[in-house]
């Protein structure tokens, strides 16, 4: 494997890195480990398809705008506004670092398609060297070595290019780590303050 493609697997693995991940509570009793916040077409939070509620369920019986969570084998809703304008702000900064990363996937697909072009042209190269091996009339071994340089310089520039989508890359990772961190504190104090205030409703 070349040093680009376990660059771009490496970058690829951290843009898939889902939404739904960015709030790992503890699996200590009593916290809050599997809830989603659905805010207009916008649903994130933390859940698996082991919840014995769909999200689609909820939205079928609650409209657009609810939370969902469940804690100590008691699942609950909120409709409450408040407590919504309240999650809506605990999840602007992860709404920045989703900015941030479209930003990155952006430029990864940029660079995709430059190497896309680069591994053309490689291939062209490697058949014409493929006929001066065979001793085929009209091309020659400096002809093949003049198009290997120029094949060699735009895989350069594509390398320059993936390494500054690296490093933005690694900021988004950076930001995220920080972002996820806070937010798991606040979701957690706004579901616990939901609960002590009677506005979180029991679903089972």
């Known amino acids: 494997m070349s040093r680009y493609a376990r660059s771009s697997a490496w970058i690829i ?10 709030a790992a509570f503890t699996t ?9 916040i659905v805010q207009g077409n916008s649903t994130s939070g933390s859940w698996d398809e082991n919840d014995s509620t769909s999200t689609e369920e909820l939205r079928r019986q609650l409209g657009d705008r609810f939370a969902w969570f469940r804690k100590d084998g008691y699942e609950y809703v909120v409709t409450d506004s408040a407590v919504l304008d309240e999650l809506d702000r605990a999840m602007q900064p992860q709404k920045n670092v ?25 291939h ?3 058949a014409m060297q493929a006929q001066v091996n ?9 002809m093949v070595n003049e198009k290997q340089s120029d094949v060699n310089a735009e895989q350069a520039d594509v390398n320059a290019e993936q390494a500054k989508v ?24 706004i579901f616990e303050a939901a ?7 029991k679903l089972r």
């Not at 890359?169 to 504190?185: F, H, T, W």
């Open 98 to 122: 989703n900015r941030m990363q479209a930003g990155v996937n952006r430029a990864q697909q940029r660079v995709n398609e430059m190497q896309g072009r680069v591994n053309a042209h490689q």
């Open 13 to 22: 693995a951290a843009i898939l890195w889902p939404l739904t991940q960015v």
């Open 195 to 201: 609960l002590h205030s009677g506005v979180a409703t």
């Open 28 to 36: 200590h009793t009593g916290v809050i480990r599997r809830y989603v």
């Open 166 to 189: 690296n490093a933005m890359q690694e900021k988004v990772n950076e930001e995220q780590r920080r972002v996820s961190a806070e937010l798991s504190r606040r979701v957690q104090e």
């Open 134 to 142: 065979g001793h085929e009339s009209g091309i020659d071994q400096e």
């Open 124 to 126: 062209d190269v490697n």
